[in-house]
């Protein structure tokens, strides 16, 4: 089991609703990442955190997609509302820092728009 | 712009076989690092391999090497005597300045086939 702890491992909505996921990284990593995996592609990259903070969300689509790292720990991705392009597999990863450090990566959520 | 480029979409071999999967990268960044993923089916990508443009000695690493080569912007990922545990979803992935951020290639499917 994946070190970086996601939920839920699957979604499955209707566009035009509300969904979120939830990612706890490792204890004492300040960096956490969001990445969106289409079937058959690589991972991008939506949102970086450093902490608190947003350092990168230029891929992030903000006027349906917003992402929170309230206290620096634990962080959730919510996405209002949703389109059948948004299928696709939503990772979390995190490491110590943006030094280029290995990103450990959670199981992900795999989300279905019907 | 940086880009990684997977060229071998699908690849299947005999269990013992050799196999190289390869992977070019492009960056006008004089650092940078260059990272090998697993994905097997249940989704986590599985750091295996970071290095630096500065350090371009192979690496063997029991059944795994890597060949870096700066003169070819190559990066190759070898395994030998493949093993059915070995099938499963290999990504190259390009970090450059100082922010972390992985650009990722398509990815290689490799399926070891009994």
């Known amino acids: 089991e994946a070190e970086v702890a996601q939920s839920p491992r699957y979604k499955i909505t209707e566009k035009s609703q509300a969904v979120a996921f939830w990612c706890d990284p490792i204890?004492?990593?300040?960096?956490l990442y969001w990445y969106r995996q289409i079937l058959g592609q690589g991972p991008e990259l939506l949102v970086q955190f450093q902490d608190e903070s947003v350092v990168d969300d230029s891929q992030l689509p903000k006027d349906r997609f917003s992402a929170e790292r309230l206290k620096g720990v634990d962080s959730t991705l919510k996405i209002q509302p949703a389109e059948l392009g948004d299928s696709a597999m939503y990772l979390c990863a995190s490491s110590l820092d943006r030094s280029n450090q290995p990103q450990h990566f959670g199981d992900g959520t795999r989300l279905s728009i019907l | 712009a940086q880009k990684v480029t997977q060229a071998q979409t699908e690849i299947s071999v005999v269990e013992k076989e050799d196999v190289t999967l390869d992977c070019v990268y492009e960056t006008r960044d004089t650092t940078y690092y260059l990272f090998w993923y697993k994905q097997p089916p249940s989704g986590e990508l599985v750091f295996l391999i970071r290095?630096?443009?500065?350090?371009?000695q192979n690496e063997i690493s029991g059944r795994y090497s890597w060949n870096f080569q700066k003169s070819t912007s190559s990066f190759n990922f070898t395994i030998t005597a493949s093993q059915v545990v070995d099938s499963a979803v290999y990504f190259c992935a390009l970090s450059a300045g100082n922010t972390g951020k992985l650009i990722f290639g398509q990815g290689t499917t490799l399926q070891v086939k009994p």
């Open positions: 290095r630096n443009s500065f350090d371009e």
């Open positions: 204890s004492g990593h300040a960096t």
